[in-house]
Nanobody
Framework: QLQLVESGGGLVQPGGSLRLSCAAS????????VGWFHQAPGKEREAVSC????????FYLDSVKGRFTISRDNAKNTVYLQMNNLKTEDTGAYYC????????????????WGKGTQVTVSS
């Protein structure tokens, strides 16, 4: 079965850390551009970080630069999002998505979506 499965969400205090995982099955994630998307309550989903299918170059939304790091583990067919110094505004559902090219990812031509994992940042 071709799918992406996210894990690693949870409840954390402001300033804390979480590592989200996006595991692929049925296809090789290294061949795809991968993005992490955040949907805050009542807001639209937006891309917070992406990693290229070509050279593993990365993109970060300004609000997460210096706090979040995206990376691949090809042996585990998984992409991670390390989230440090979490803020209350980081609360929401996090989805990973895979697209065949960087351009496809930028233009929302997504091949696979995960079902999401919930992150709650609260004291």
């Amino acid at each position: 079965q071709l799918q992406l499965v996210e894990s690693g969400g949870g409840l954390v205090q402001p300033g804390g850390s979480l590592r989200l995982s996006c595991a692929a099955s049925g296809f090789t994630l290294d061949y795809f551009a991968v993005g992490w998307f955040h949907q805050a309550p009542g807001k639209e989903r937006e891309a917070v970080s992406c990693i290229s299918s070509n050279d593993d170059s990365t993109f970060y939304l300004d609000s997460v630069k210096g706090r979040f790091t995206i990376s691949r583990d090809n042996a585990k067919n998984t992409v991670y999002l390390q989230m440090n110094n979490l803020k209350t505004e980081d609360t929401g559902a996090y989805y990973c998505a895979a697209a065949e090219t960087d351009s496809d990812l930028e233009q929302d031509r997504i091949a696979y979506w995960g079902k999401g994992t919930q992150v709650t940042v609260s004291s």
